[in-house]
């Protein structure tokens, strides 16, 4: 469970403020795979990063009672002076899992390479976001948040990508942002749609996706 309590968040761009989350009260689904949906800029990178504790909201709170992955594909979730395979150890410390069992899972996984005992800094944006997406599988969460990682990579590496996070929302839940209506109709059953601040729910994935297209038209 997720719940929203009077959740606000603004930023100031170019001296105008900016409200992207507008007193948000809502809770969330149980054992639901959600599309996050909403135009460029409405916020939904900015909402993800408030429930994972990354961002602090203006004022009121998120409240859950599970476990929440970082945004997948998120950068800041590395340090860019470790290796990848320091950094998969230093967050397997974090969540207190059997570090070398990661470490085994995240290398295989991501497909880097030589570059998963190097620094970080040296990746391309496709192997953070594959070294991310490696991580969070590679931990049981009982709510995943997904930033359109599974499009990184190859066809094989997407097939792959799609495999282990089916297998993995079968007993957790998932908030899942995406330009993709195809990835988002083939993970998720219901969905969310942000607009000026304001956060609708849909039970029924089409709904959504039809509100979605109609505030973009």
């Known amino acids: 469970m997720i719940r929203f309590?009077?959740?606000?968040?603004?930023?100031?761009?170019?001296?105008?403020?900016?409200?992207?989350?507008?007193?948000?009260?809502?809770?969330?689904?149980?054992?639901?795979?959600?599309a996050l949906l909403g135009r460029n800029g409405a916020g939904k990178s900015t909402l993800?990063?408030?429930?994972?504790?990354?961002?602090?909201?203006?004022?009121?709170?998120?409240?859950?009672?599970?476990?929440?992955?970082?945004?997948?594909?998120?950068?800041?979730?590395?340090?860019?002076d470790l290796?990848?395979?320091?950094?998969?150890r230093f967050v397997a410390r974090v969540y207190g899992v059997d570090s070398e069992q990661l470490i085994a899972f995240v290398q295989s996984f991501a497909e880097i390479g030589q570059h998963f005992h190097m620094p970080v800094r040296s990746y391309s944006s496709g192997m953070r976001s594959r070294l991310g997406f490696g991580l969070s599988m590679g931990i049981r969460f009982d709510t995943y948040l997904i930033d359109e990682v599974t499009a990184v990579g190859d066809a094989n590496f997407t097939r792959k990508s799609r495999a282990v996070f089916l297998e993995r929302v079968k007993t957790a839940s998932a908030i899942m942002v995406s330009h993709q209506m195809g990835?988002?109709?083939?993970?998720?059953?219901?969905?969310?749609?942000?607009?000026?601040g304001r956060l609708?729910?849909?039970?029924?994935?089409?709904?959504?996706?039809?509100?979605?297209?109609?505030?973009?038209?």
């Open 83 to 88: 290796t990848g395979a320091q950094n998969v």
């Open 5 to 34: 309590e009077n959740l606000s968040k603004s930023f100031w761009i170019r001296g105008r403020k900016k409200v992207v989350i507008d007193n948000l009260n809502l809770e969330l689904p149980t054992g639901k795979s959600l």
């Open 200 to 217: 609708e729910y849909f039970e029924d994935l089409e709904e959504a996706i039809r509100r979605h297209e109609k505030l973009l038209a």
């Open 48 to 80: 993800l990063s408030i429930i994972a504790g990354i961002l602090a909201a203006d004022s009121g709170r998120v409240v859950s009672d599970g476990t929440i992955s970082w945004p997948v594909g998120f950068g800041g979730s590395l340090n860019k």
């Open 183 to 196: 990835s988002l109709r083939k993970f998720c059953d219901t969905g969310l749609v942000l607009n000026n």
